[in-house]
């Protein structure tokens, strides 16, 4: 097979580099770690051979994420809506309406957020040597709790030098043509300042609780000697995603062609080729980030402006409300009287949107209150229901004083997206178990 040819594939300003190969009529898309140079994997013989293998059972379809590579370079690390967006952007540029998705490592996050989210996008996910959470917490104890920056520091002091090979592929510090291979090949995929970045970003990643809303056919493959990702990890992602199928396999490497990568191949080929009839359930679940608006002292102000005038002022902020919704990519469900009920596909558009509405809505001098949960909902004659709406309805509730309150999941979701959170407590909710963390959302 000859060397495919590196393409561009746009998403608003910023171009995506892509290669697609194999003429297989399965689709794999190939999510490569936080660092990669698709030309130069080619020059490193067992990588290039695990491809060709990968490539007689799929057409193939990988890309550099957007900071790395040969994509567009930029300083500061992106953020998950950005990476579902390079995704669907490199799938439109190859003309791929459903794929099976491979994520390795610091990609694995992003995979699973897009297959709960767009489970029409994704047939099968195949997570190798990845992670929920970045950062280790009393309740995930095998991820570091302490030293994470003195280990960052001393990564990008050290960036393309034969030593930093060691912590990905231990076994292998001795093999002077991949030492060589490696200090060239991530010199050319990042700088140390985006290694930096894009490090910090990482210890940060929380999708626990967007694991049970994995419905596409998952396995898990780990590494037990995997020395950058705890085997741990792998088996947290197991036990909490629906119907998960966990791999074990030998070898401490966490680069996925070294060891037997052999194991890997026929484990995502045996495993897409045994599940290719597709999940079916009689009501649409999805993965989404529900937004309920609410009119401040809606009863006093439709007493002072009277009946004709409060109608009038109600059906000019719905139509606000729908246009805004609609230009953050959102879906308008319902009025409920004096305020809305909106799904968005993307945290971060919900939350855009909402200071959207913030504003337009104080240029009318009307106030409002604005609650955003993400969670799985169920999708039912153009309306929905589930636990997470009933969330997003309770924490208007805690959106005192026209404020944005959400839950801890949003939070987690929006990592570098430029939103700052105040830490409002614990609290219980009306009619839902459990107490809730919330935070009052600053755009």
């Avoid at 090979?165 to 060239?184: C, I, K, M, N, S």
């Avoid at 694991?211 to 493959?221: A, C, D, E, F, G």
């Avoid at 305020?339 to 809505?361: K, V």
Wanted: with cysteine.
């Amino acid at each position: 097979m000859d060397t495919p040819v590196t393409q561009y594939a746009r998403t608003k300003d910023v171009y995506i580099a892509y290669q697609v190969f194999g003429d297989a009529p399965q689709d794999l898309i190939f999510i490569p770690g936080f660092i990669f140079h698709m030309d130069l994997q080619w020059d490193e013989p067992s990588l290039a051979q695990f491809n060709r293998d990968l490539a007689k059972h799929f057409r193939m379809i990988m890309f550099d994420k957007r900071g790395t590579g040969l994509s567009d370079r930029h300083g500061n690390a992106p953020t998950f809506e950005e990476r579902i967006e390079d995704i669907e952007a490199v799938m439109e540029a190859t003309g791929s309406k459903k794929a099976a998705i491979f994520a390795n490592s610091e990609s694995g996050p992003i995979a699973l957020l897009m297959a709960a989210t767009f489970p029409e996008r994704v047939s099968h996910l195949i997570i190798f040597g990845s992670f929920a959470k970045g950062s280790g917490a009393p309740d995930y104890p095998w991820m570091p709790k302490s030293g994470y920056e003195t280990f960052i520091d001393t990564l990008v002091n050290n960036w393309g030098k034969p030593e930093t090979l060691a912590p990905w592929a231990p076994d292998h510090v001795d093999d002077t043509f991949l030492v060589e291979w490696w200090g060239r090949a991530v010199r050319s995929a990042g700088s140390p300042g985006m290694v930096r970045n894009l490090m910090r970003m990482m210890g940060n990643v929380d999708v626990r609780d967007i694991l049970p809303s994995v419905r596409v056919p998952t396995m898990i493959i780990h590494r037990k000697g995997d020395k950058m990702a705890n085997i741990e990890n792998g088996r947290y992602l197991a036990a909490h995603i629906p119907n998960a199928k966990m791999v074990e396999l030998e070898g401490n490497s966490h680069l996925w062609w070294l060891d037997d990568y052999n194991a890997i191949i026929d484990a995502a080929v045996g495993f897409i080729k045994s599940n290719e009839t597709p999940i079916t359930s009689p009501t649409q679940r999805i993965l989404s980030t529900i937004l309920f608006t609410d009119i401040v002292d809606s009863t006093k102000k439709a007493s002072q402006l009277g009946d004709t005038a409060w109608r009038k002022m109600i059906e000019r902020h719905d139509a606000i409300v729908k246009k805004e919704i609609k230009a953050h990519r959102g879906t308008w469900i319902k009025s409920t009287g004096d305020g809305c009920l909106a799904t968005f596909d993307s945290p971060s558009r919900a939350l855009r949107c909402a200071e959207s509405l913030h504003r337009l809505m104080g240029a009318l001098g009307i106030q409002i209150r604005v609650g955003l949960h993400t969670g799985e909902c169920e999708l039912i004659n153009n309306d929905i229901t589930g636990i997470a709406v009933n969330i997003a309805a309770r924490l208007l509730n805690h959106a005192d004083n026209g404020a944005i309150a959400c839950t801890e999941t949003v939070k987690s979701l929006v990592i570098g997206s430029g939103f700052t959170f105040e830490d409002k407590g614990k609290h219980t909710l009306k009619g839902v178990e459990g107490e809730w963390q919330v935070y009052r959302c600053h755009v």
